[in-house]
């Protein structure tokens, strides 16, 4: 008997009721501590969570090295806005890459860290609303600002009420783009929104290169014009 640890020796001696409620006590105690280790595992996966980002993609191709360059800081998924891309045929074509892209880079990802896809509505009537007037600037004039804004807005909206984190667009991969114009849209937006604006440059560490790179890998569909029918004829 003497080797009996104390609470044994109590649990001997208890009556029938008192070890019942000693029982529960001992089982109470055992749940809250398990929560409070779930609790706090829950707690340092928190701080190791990755951000969520909405990513606006322009195209498949522009998207490729902009996925592959911000995977392994975010979470998230790539939103195909694009009222710009006026011709319905042209827009089925690019809208079919956007999906290669996203099916390709996700092959053998932990359905946990796989790209998502939001296709934003097709309003190109929207696009030439917004433009009206502007038919005949140059490409990489003020068309293309407006055009910057209306793409960039809807993105932003769409981060917000989707409770995203972050909000980018791979825009700023082309070289015909200039990234100051971009980032100064987004600045502006993140002033009335939730999410953050990330204003890199994807263009930066030879992105435009990786891009081509990885759509040749991929065998996509590579336009050769900007989207809008203004674009298409200069």
Known sequence: AGGLSRGRRKMQNASGSE????TEDRMRYHMEMRDTEKKEMKAEREKERRPDMLLHSCC??????????LAERYRG?????????????????RLEAQLQV???????????????FVEGPYDPERFFDAVKGLESEPENGARCDVCFRLRLEK???????????????TLSVSPHKKTERINAVGYELEKHTAPAFLDESFKKKDGFRRSVELSKEYGIYRQNYCGCVFSQRS
């Open 102 to 116: 996203i099916e390709k880079f996700n092959r053998g990802r932990d359905p946990e860290d796989a790209v998502r």
């Open 60 to 69: 498949g191709p522009c998207s490729t090295a902009v996925i592959e360059r």
């Open 19 to 22: 070890k019942k409620s000693m």
């Open 77 to 93: 998924a790539v939103y195909f806005y694009n009222p710009n891309i006026t011709d319905p045929e042209e827009y089925g074509r």
């Open 155 to 169: 993105t932003a909206e769409a981060a917000e009420n989707g409770q995203f984190d972050e909000f980018a667009t």
